[in-house]
């Protein structure tokens, strides 16, 4: 099983609101990543969590905070959101020492900011 | 600073074979992923590569060499289906967790 799963599939929120993006892997895969991804663009990396502890941070706007309640789950909550952060944002896992820590990627949620 | 090269588009003919690189400039290099991602979807790997030389997996083969900074995803027997965006990814560092820096990406059409 190489699945990651995400949801929702597709969100809309105003600017004022506050909303999560959920992130699941059943793989015992101990590394969970954040992306972003514009049109006909490549997916950028915004966080890293590596044994359920946040290495890497890209330099994410605080409006944007990842939380790892456990090594399965990774979650993405969105507060104040610019209409310039409507994105396809993609969850990914690997486990650090199998296949090259190769990234499986889950189908995505795309977020519309009105 | 990374740098990731693609050629942005191309075109083959179902049935064809279509050679697509990719050079790399890269500080700690540590790998080199091919993902395959159709409009609209997420990513899916295709192959890693991180010793010189030639993964080959059924229609898909990756070929690197290391010295030149150089990559290519070889495609057989085209298909419809492997109309896509084709992105050539470069891991560098050596923790757990490493991060992987994206190409722009190459689209590919194939015509019949």
């Known amino acids: 099983d190489t699945e990651v799963t995400q949801t929702p599939k597709h969100l809309v929120m105003g600017m004022t609101n506050k909303k999560s993006l959920k992130c699941e892997q059943h793989?015992?895969?101990?590394?969970m990543y954040w992306y972003k991804q514009k049109a006909k663009k490549p997916p950028e990396l915004m966080f890293v969590?590596?044994?359920?502890?946040?290495?890497i941070n890209e330099s994410v706007p605080s409006r944007f905070s990842p939380e790892c309640p456990n090594s399965s789950l990774l979650n993405l909550h969105l507060h104040a959101l610019q209409p310039e952060d409507s994105a396809l944002y993609l969850c990914?896992?690997?486990?650090?020492?199998?296949?090259?820590?190769?990234?499986?990627f889950g189908p995505g949620t795309r977020l519309t900011v009105l | 600073g990374q740098n990731i090269d693609q050629p942005t588009e191309m075109t083959a003919t179902e049935g064809a074979i279509v050679q697509i690189n990719c050079t790399y400039q890269t500080s700690g290099f540590n790998g080199l992923f091919w993902y395959q991602q159709h409009a609209g979807e997420a990513p899916t790997f295709l192959s890693y590569?991180?010793?010189?030389g030639l993964e080959e997996k059924g229609r898909f083969s990756s070929f690197l060499s290391r010295s030149k900074g150089y990559s290519y995803l070889l495609l057989k027997e085209l298909q419809m289906k492997d109309s896509a965006s084709y992105l050539c990814a470069v891991r560098s560092g050596y923790s757990s967790a490493s991060k992987i820096i994206f190409g722009s990406g190459t689209r590919l059409s194939i015509r019949p």
């Open positions: 590569n991180v010793l010189d």
């Open positions: 990914a896992s690997s486990h650090p020492t199998y296949g090259g820590d190769t990234q499986y």
């Open positions: 969590y590596s044994y359920e502890k946040l290495s």
């Open positions: 793989m015992g895969h101990r590394a």
